[in-house]
């Protein structure tokens, strides 16, 4: 009641503050964690100072001045049952963000290559477990408390998978690219192809049609019906006033 009274805040606002100074591992038991008070607003500084004056939470400053702050003792994280509540509430986070910072750890003390970094998949399904929607560079803060390190080590895994979507988008309009040239050079080969058969067509009719005009033109003196017959047969083929005129001529003969 008196942290509500000196800083401002809501009772529920003050208990996710006292969140951040818990972490749960991979069973589910809750531990402590030491927190900045740089990083936190000065409501909640002054409201996590009430904590502090009842030596509910320790503070201590490091080498560089900074003020960090840690649960006292551990049976305040269960035996507490408003924060018990509020910390049940965001196990889930919790649990991420302690994957996150092991993550990250690994991956610094590797010196912090590449293969390292998490996929688009894994990445999504953190931030959203963590609260953080939208682009990683104007993300809602995260519901949990997360280091420095962990938050470099979302954000160049999220640099890689923007790369990567980026690859993949060019390579994507590459092969579109590809495949509609393919596709106009079939559609140009097929229509030369019809040409060129239309083509041939045309000079194998026309040899035809020459062969057996000339063939008819041998008969006319000898053989007038076989004559008469191949006339007809070119005729048929290809209407000329010159084969119009034989075939007459060849009907009034006979």
Known sequence: ADAVRVSGLTEREVLAGLTRLVTVDETGRRGRRRIRLTGLSEP??????????RRLLLSDTDDAGQVWL??????LLTGWRPLDTATADITAALRTARAVEQAAAEWASAGQPEHYLWDDKRLTATLATLGMIGDLSSFAPPIVELDDEARAFLDATNRRVRAAKKRDRRLRNGIIAVLSTLLLLVSAASVFAF???GTAQTQRDAAIFNQITAQADRLRGTDTSLAAQLDLTVYRMHHTPDLRTALITLGNAA
């Not at 002054?46 to 004056?53: D, K, N, P, Q, S």
């Not at 840690?70 to 049976?75: D, I, L, S």
């Open 195 to 197: 040409q060129q058969r």
């Open 70 to 75: 840690t649960v006292a003792h551990e049976a």
């Open 44 to 53: 909640l500084r002054v409201a996590l100072r009430v904590f502090v004056e």
